[in-house]
């Protein structure tokens, strides 16, 4: 078959049934910030409300939570989810990181156990990667997971964990064998953040919300079946989960098709022929997202597989988002500088976009080594 | 949606490399920069021969009856070797102008014996004029197709050697006329549509070329003890110019199908299609050209070549910020579907 | 032409920034946040025995008799700290425009006890308001002068917590004018050209700043074990936001010149200030932001105090590309001088 | 005396002399390329027309050719030079950097001997610095000066010569200790290039002309009195010529000022609103380049030094030279492409910017290490 760049009519047939759903479904009035207590509350019940009537997880398997559709639909219902203007997704680190890595690598045990909650809502989870010494540098982890009997007993420091002030659980790296250095001998383990032992400072970002925070876990006991994949074999783990970060799960095209069809509608309401290029360049780059993921995930429905172009998706996205935000911030002039304004809130969200998930400059790198094949060096 | 290509194209596009990796070296594009016509006439019989030259022309005359999501990969190739052929004149833009107005003047086009190129008046030069033997040209509103003894051509020299412009001069009758009024418009907005698209396929070629030869130098080039391409700056830059090139092709793709499918968007994927291609190969020629540094700067390395067929083609049939202005122009007032 | 600072300009300077790095940092700046006015009086009352607040002043009302080139390098010292006091509105602004206007009313400016800020029409809001005690007013055409007590303010809060937007309102009447028709139309001009210039100055201070933070940052912070300030991409982004800097500093200057010596290019001269000064402290930001990482993303670094002053002041009295656009007004009929 | 941004009387007089005379005096019709041999013996034939009426090298003494005149009175002479549409200057490596030079390191003798030639044009000087293996990393030099009794026996290769496939002269580093390494060891020597044994083999470069050369090398002769500066301290003064080649004199603001003008011209005669903003930005720049200067040497004639800002100011003038010739290349629009029209040849020109007289990339390092501290490396 050849290539078709046409919906099928089933195809269509879901985004309309996912748009009617939407239009009646989709709260009127804006949650609070989900970086607030009651706002997250707010966004768990949006949740509950989205998973009651299938929309939770459309492209899991239905044992799970989801509908089992497959990525062009997963796709198209992200366009209508940002078209509706629908809340963010307070469950966005399990739902899209941790699940498909709990698909790929977890005990039939273990994915009856925490997709179906996680689906419902009932656990919202955060990562537990980056330490105050590991950001960019993620194999320089020093938390400690000492296996003792059928537990792991955990201590040390994890930070910018997202959402990590009000969530219930925590997926993190933990150290299992001291002797080893770099990205060996880590091992990916699944913390309830109510455990004894686990403290929970939160940290306010640049909007002065708790958007992260610190989890200090000081001897905590997890039972070894938290644990994901093999032991010491972490990195394998963490790196597949990376890869749907950077790739297409975490900002899926949608989203920026949505913001740049504001920014048009923010270029109207002022229309500043200076402006006029830098309005349709971003437009164009949300149009040039979409496509890119629309053949990414053919390829991928086609038995491919994501190497370094998820680093290269990475790249492109947290770009675009800036340009959005600040073009849109130029449009406003002078009123761009109050605060609470949407597009304010927008870019300095969208600051954080070159930094997280693996910050640019390392992706850069990963680009020149793995696709260009360039030496690997520290500089 | 299945936005990806099938194993047949993979497998016509991997030949296509294989012989141009033989057939289309740098020293051969040197060569058909010092040549009258400025291609070979031998590749050109080549290429046809592999069924590529007459792709887009209906098998009933010759062709493989395939579209433009048929023909892109192999424009990328082209672009890969900076192919002096008139792939893009002949193949992307004069085949199918022939096969929908006057079909029965495509003979000797798909052989390769009938080398054809289309001039538009708004274009200031007309591409490949002195190699073609067909010449499609509008005049006042209409088209005409004219024999090459029938022309006169003046030079335009292009900083791409191989391109040969020329402006053409000929005496338009009744008997050249080949549409007119409404048609002929239509064939002139289609073929010009056409030529941007065909073009940014070559840019993307042109592109990734460029940055492969600026990794092997990087792989190999040594300064202050190490090789040049163990350094960020280095990196960085071509990693920037990848993402560029990487976004760029699926737009290209896109506005293949759009036009095959007759889009009633068509206009606006293909200056998408343009304006992303030609800033993604003149940021590759830009970070190939740094990381090259001073041999890079000079006629004997190959790297200009390359260049200059991608300053070329960035100019030709609208530069980026006039096709983002076309785009501007239809997206502004409402968005597209 | 003599383009250097003197030595007493260097000297008022270096006071100036001993004073401010005692009397100012960050801890300091978040303390102004957090209080009613959004600034320090005492602060400003140490600026004032220094003869900062008074600087535009004429000595017979008690100040030093200084214009903008006295004032600029000072200004640049207070971008340096994010200065919450209004040395903008009162002393860059206020002063002069009452001195020219109504010298007057100009008792206990310079001392420090009067804190002056100016409203122009055209502008969503009024900075300092919260913390003035006599507000200049435009309104239909005519400026006002009018007390603390006789206005009522409605708050905006702007991104940087320590600017203190309002919407005034208040009762304009005959003895609140204090100039009216072309008078009043060339003060406002000349008002906002100073807000836009001081602005500059600060933004360059700020950058100054950032870039400063940025790079102690990089030397102590250890990734792949190596301090991250030995890695190129971090090396090279820093130096290019430098680069903007170095060549905003002269523009601003210039512009300071300008104001005071009424130079008829002088529009352009401030336009061209505020577009380099408002790009390069987004690009020291950005480059601070990013070399920082997730640390400058917190609430409790003190990057953010600085980072929200160069965004604010930034979009403030016309941003980069509104200022490029009255260049562009103005030179691209005709060139200046 | 404070900031003050007026041009004297003074000055004032000697810019209106510059004007007539430069307005009498400029060839009307442009001469050939100095690539080119014709056009390089045209141009010089322009330099003693020049030199004979003392406008040939202003600001130096008049005992060796110059008026004597300040650096703000040179940067006045430099922009109505090019205000005027005077050729480019044949001489420029030996009149803005040998020159300078010579006067800072040389002997009375040299002096006496070298410079006034310069001036006239007798001798046109290249430079000889970079090498096969030694390109920004000049340090790796391997040309070797040997020291036999009142001369030196020169051997090696260098490369990328400007102007050397017709100069007479050749200034370069040498080794003259072999067992130094990287930038110690070196001597600055003065070549003359019909010597026996120097082979000058012209490179062309991307416009097909010879702007540069080859030279080598085979056990060539020079006296010892040809080495300028003290034995194996050439890198000091290389680098004092450097300063000078990056910082003010190799490219002065009134070159790019003559170029945003007629950048202004050009989109006078076909506006293009999307290019509205890069067009006034790229004049912008000239005037701010400019007013740099004008700083800098205003710093230098009230004492001061030149340092790492030379590495910013050739970032600076080499980017905006790019952009001012691509954007009217983009002004052009479907024109560009057509060869020998002025821009393009501006902007082929302009590509080499970023790459001679030390990549851009090295001066990045010299800004982040020497401005703001940051540590060395090999990254």
Redesign the interface.
């Known amino acids: 078959m050849a290539l078709d760049l046409t919906f099928t009519e089933d195809e269509e047939a879901f985004r309309a049934e996912a748009r009617v759903w939407l239009e009646a479904n989709v709260p009127a009035q804006p949650l609070a910030s989900f970086d607030t207590r009651e706002g997250f509350e707010q966004h768990r019940a949006w949740e509950r409300t989205l998973h009651d009537a299938g929309w939770a997880v459309v492209s899991w398997p239905v044992e799970y939570g989801g509908r089992g559709v497959n990525l062009v639909e997963w796709l198209i219902f992200e366009e209508e989810y940002y078209r509706a203007g629908a809340p963010g997704r307070v469950g966005q680190n399990g739902l899209f990181l941790l699940g498909p890595t709990l698909m790929d690598f977890g005990t039939p045990d273990q994915k009856a156990r925490f997709l179906p909650r996680m689906a419902r809502a009932d656990d919202i989870w955060c990562q537990g990667w980056s330490e105050p010494d590991a950001g960019s540098d993620l194999a320089g982890i020093r938390s400690r997971a000492q296996l003792d009997g059928d537990h792991y007993m955990l201590s040390g420091q994890k930070t910018w964990c997202s959402r990590g002030a009000f969530a219930d659980w925590m997926f993190g790296l933990f150290r299992t064998d001291p002797a080893a250095e770099r990205h060996r001998g880590l091992t990916m383990i699944l913390v309830p953040l109510d455990l004894p032992g686990v403290t929970v400072r939160p940290i306010a970002q640049l909007d002065g919300e708790t958007g992260f925070a610190e989890v200090f876990l000081e001897d905590v006991r997890v039972p070894v079946d938290q644990r994901l994949g093999e032991e010491h074999k972490g990195w394998n783990v963490a790196m597949a989960t990376a890869g749907f970060e950077r790739g297409v799960s975490l900002r899926s095209p949608g989203r920026f098709m949505a913001t740049a069809a504001r920014l048009i509608d923010q270029w109207r309401e002022r229309p500043d022929e200076t402006l006029r290029d830098d309005v349709v360049a971003g437009w164009m780059d949300a149009e040039a997202y979409r496509l890119h993921n629309y053949a990414t995930v053919s390829r991928l429905m086609a038995g491919g597989t994501i190497g370094a172009e998820s680093s290269v998706n990475k790249i492109f996205w947290s770009e675009m988002d800036l340009h959005l935000q600040s073009t849109a911030l130029r449009l406003l002039g002078q009123d761009a500088e109050v605060d609470g304004n949407r597009w304010l809130d927008g870019f300095l969200f969208a600051l954080s976009g070159p930094i997280y998930a693996g910050t640019n400059e390392v992706q850069r790198n990963v680009i020149a080594e793995r696709v260009l094949g360039l030496p690997r060096s520290a500089g | 949606?299945?936005?990806?290509?099938?194993e047949d194209?993979s497998a016509f596009r991997a030949a296509v490399r294989d012989l141009l990796d033989k057939e289309c070296g740098p020293a051969d594009v040197r060569a058909a920069w010092d040549s009258d016509a400025g291609f070979s006439a031998a590749r050109w019989k080549q290429l046809a021969e592999m069924g590529v030259v007459g792709l887009t022309i209906a098998e009933a005359d010759g062709g493989l009856g395939l579209d433009e999501?048929?023909l892109v990969l192999l424009l990328e190739e082209a672009g890969r070797v900076a192919l002096p052929e008139p792939l893009i004149e002949t193949t992307a833009v004069g085949a199918p102008l022939l096969q929908a107005l006057a079909p029965d003047r495509l003979a000797g086009v798909a052989s390769g014996d009938t080398v054809v190129t289309v001039g538009l008046s708004h274009?200031?030069?007309v591409s490949g004029a002195a190699g073609a033997d067909l010449l499609v040209l509008e005049r006042d509103g209409a088209l005409h197709a004219v024999a090459a003894p029938d022309v006169d051509l003046t030079p335009?020299?292009?900083?791409?050697h191989g391109?040969r412009?020329a402006r053409v001069d000929f005496a338009p009758a009744a008997a050249t006329v080949i549409a007119a009024g409404d048609e002929a418009r239509a064939a002139v907005a289609l073929a010009f549509d056409r030529y941007a698209w065909a073009s940014s396929a070559v840019l993307c070629g042109l592109a990734d070329r460029m940055?492969e030869l600026a990794?092997e130098y990087?792989?190999q080039r040594?300064?202050?003890?190490?090789?040049?391409?163990?350094?960020?700056?280095?990196?960085?830059k071509?990693?920037?110019a990848?993402?560029k090139l990487?976004?760029?092709r699926?737009?290209v793709?896109?506005a293949?199908?759009?036009i095959a499918?007759d889009d009633p968007d068509r206009a606006v994927h293909v200056s998408?299609a343009k304006?992303?291609a030609s800033e993604a190969a003149d940021l590759a020629a830009?970070a190939a050209?740094?990381v090259h540094?001073?041999i890079g700067?000079?006629?004997?390395h190959d790297l200009?070549l390359f260049m200059k067929k991608a300053?070329?083609l960035g100019?030709?049939?609208?530069?980026a910020?006039?096709h983002?202005?076309r785009?501007?122009d239809a997206?502004?007032p409402r968005?597209p579907r």
Chains 1, 4 share one sequence.
Do not use: N
């Open positions: 949606m299945r936005f990806v290509f099938d194209a999501t048929g274009c200031p030069a335009v020299e292009s900083v791409d391109r412009l940055l990794a990087a792989k040594h300064q202050f003890g190490v090789p040049i391409g163990s350094f960020q700056a280095v990196k960085h071509l990693a920037d990848l993402v990487d976004f760029a699926p737009v793709h896109r293949a199908f759009s499918r998408m304006a992303y830009r050209l740094q540094g001073a700067y000079t006629w004997e200009h300053w070329a100019a030709a049939w609208g530069d910020a006039w983002r202005r785009v501007a997206v502004l968005l």
